[in-house]
């Protein structure tokens, strides 16, 4: 609170009416997945505006917008434990808002709220892990490339992409794949435990929307940001959207000066950035987005 806010308390009349204010944050965006030049939703790069909208003084809550088709679990578990870790320190209330979609890795960070808001229309869930990728088993010798791979472990080729799919490596895959899906149903039912449906689809992988997740246990309510805040906090509320610190270096995103460089190429920038293109596409398009 400034000491402005502070003087105005003071004062009589309306002088001395200080409006309710609501931070709000938000988080959008596949999670880790990024290029130089299309940095994804990182704890890096969200920490200083979570941090900002926590400090702010006699504001009973912090509202997070999330619209996030999920991504790296490693990212979006960090964003969940840093807001819970804020709400914990600065003793706030965390009202998270679900745009067009909170699914996977998205979801995981709208259950860091102490509510769950979503619109009629927002998908919802899909608590799981997936991992897909390409064969090009025959392409290199199709095109006459010849492909030169050494390593020093009889398993550090696992999973390459242009040899025959191995039965033990998707063995070992899907062992990961479920010690990750265990960590993320345990999050779920630490934080919605208490209001979860008992339906077996919960924890396969599929989405809802709106009413169903509503039944199921994801979400807490339907409704938006500005229509929430004006009934709890009044009409006069104001929603102070909190941004991260700008510079024209993405030095929090851990993109260093030589990767902008070498993003500025045309042939090394141009092909990263149309694979995290495609890869932030292909995420979205499973939800219909």
Not at 167 to 173: F, G, I, M, N
Request: aromatic share 6%; hydrophobic share 45%; with cysteine.
């Amino acid at each position: 609170m400034s000491v402005l806010t502070r003087m105005r308390k003071w004062l009589p009349g309306k002088l001395g009416q200080v409006p309710p204010l609501l931070p709000v944050v938000r988080l959008q965006g596949t999670i880790g997945l990024a290029s130089p030049l299309r940095p994804g939703l990182t704890l890096a790069g969200c920490a200083s505006s979570l941090e900002k909208a926590f400090r702010f003084d006699g504001v009973p809550a912090v509202a997070i917008i999330v619209n996030s088709p999920g991504g790296s679990p490693v990212q979006a578990r960090l964003i969940y434990q840093r807001i819970r870790q804020l709400a914990k320190e600065h003793e706030k209330q965390v009202l998270v808002f679900v745009e067009d979609v909170a699914a996977s890795g998205g979801y995981m960070i709208a259950i860091a709220g102490d509510e769950i808001i979503a619109d009629p229309s927002s998908i919802v869930g899909s608590i799981g892990v997936i991992s897909a990728g390409f064969g090009f088993v025959d392409l290199l010798e199709k095109v006459g490339v010849e492909r030169r791979m050494h390593t020093s472990g009889t398993r550090k080729g696992i999973l390459d992409p242009f040899q025959p799919e191995n039965p033990d490596d998707v063995t070992h895959l899907e062992t990961l794949q479920q010690e990750i899906h265990e960590v993320f149903i345990e999050m779920v039912r630490a934080r919605r435990g208490d209001v979860l449906s008992d339906d077996p689809d919960l924890f396969s992988g599929l989405f809802w929307v709106g009413e169903t997740a509503r039944s199921l246990g994801l979400i807490d309510d339907l409704g938006d940001l500005r229509q929430v805040a004006q009934a709890r906090y009044g009409d006069k509320v104001q929603l102070r959207l909190i941004g991260a610190e700008r510079s024209i270096w993405p030095k929090r995103s851990g993109v260093g000066i030589e990767a902008m460089a070498g993003a500025l190429d045309g042939r090394n920038g141009l092909a990263r950035d149309l694979v995290a293109a495609l890869e932030e596409r292909s995420l979205w398009s499973r939800y219909g987005l």
